[in-house]
């Protein structure tokens, strides 16, 4: 379905199945407003990330502070962090929006928002990570641009956020990157949102050539294939001495916004970090 068609039946689908009134993950009618507008169930397996490599943000299936990956070599960005795990209701969102479902982006931005990691770090740019321009035409959207616009917009519009429900607990010392570990029953996010206060959205990266899909492929065949496809926009501001905050929705190995960030440190940028919506398993 190209991209005419496929707005089109977005819309149609919008107008037949009201969001309001379903769960985004399993279609259940909802007969009141629900967080993220997910049912009760879906809301309870949605998995947070509770032992996950200090780096990259992975989860781990072992007593290690980092993944296998992270231990072997050094990463361009300083941190990964994810809201959930890619599983059960997590991973059948991401599905939804990648299929053309774009108003799922601002329910994930929602969860994003609720699980903000960097509150202490102030970020001269929010950028999302690009699609090609034929995935775009296919699409009509650039799912990971949808969730940085709606995360910014959460982000800078309001003070507070809602309270998570976390087992073990990861925080970092924002300007060095350096993670301490404690374990708490609940999370309550700081009331300011810090350094995500007037946060900016720049659509300042480009995929200049197509790849294979990432999901095809092994770990060690995606650093190869996704070599070369970023560059800065000729649009892009200034980013010099900046530190950019990268969105993608879901991290697998890492390979994508490590290329991304090293685009963005070669165009002047001090720092990158990254959030996603959802993460893997790390080895």
């Avoid at 781990?60 to 992270?70: F, M």
């Avoid at 926009?233 to 001495?241: A, D, E, H, L, T």
Wanted: glycine share 10%.
């Amino acid at each position: 379905m190209t991209g005419k068609f496929a707005a089109l039946g977005r819309l149609l689908s919008d107008a037949l199945c009201p969001e309001e009134f379903k769960c985004i993950s399993c279609g259940a009618e909802l007969r009141e407003a629900r967080e993220f507008c997910l049912c009760p169930r879906c809301r309870e397996i949605l998995e947070f990330n509770k032992r996950f490599c200090q780096t990259c943000g992975v989860r781990l299936k072992d007593e290690a502070d980092y993944c296998q990956t992270c231990k072997a070599s050094p990463r361009a960005f300083v941190l990964a962090r994810a809201a959930c795990v890619y599983s059960g209701a997590a991973r059948d969102m991401t599905v939804a929006l990648k299929n053309g479902n774009g108003w799922i982006a601002k329910h994930l931005a929602g969860i994003m928002a609720a699980r903000y990691p960097y509150g202490g770090v102030v970020f001269g740019a929010c950028m999302p990570v690009p699609v090609e321009k034929k995935r775009l035409a296919e699409r009509g959207f650039n799912q990971s641009a949808l969730i940085a616009k709606a995360l910014c917009r959460i982000l800078t519009e309001t003070t507070t956020t809602k309270t998570a429900t976390t087992g073990t607990t990861t925080t970092e010392t924002p300007t060095t990157g350096t993670p301490t570990t404690g374990t708490a029953a609940t999370e309550t996010p700081k009331t300011e949102t810090g350094g995500a206060r007037g946060l900016r959205y720049i659509d300042g990266l480009l995929k200049i050539k197509s790849t294979e899909k990432q999901s095809l492929l092994s770990a060690k065949t995606r650093a190869e294939n996704i070599k070369g496809v970023f560059a800065l926009s000729p649009k892009c501001p200034n980013i010099s001495g900046q530190t950019v905050l990268l969105i993608d929705d879901v991290y697998t190995t890492g390979a994508t916004v490590s290329e991304c960030a090293k685009i963005l440190l070669r165009g002047g940028a001090k720092a990158v970090y990254v959030y996603t919506f959802a993460t893997g398993t790390g080895k």
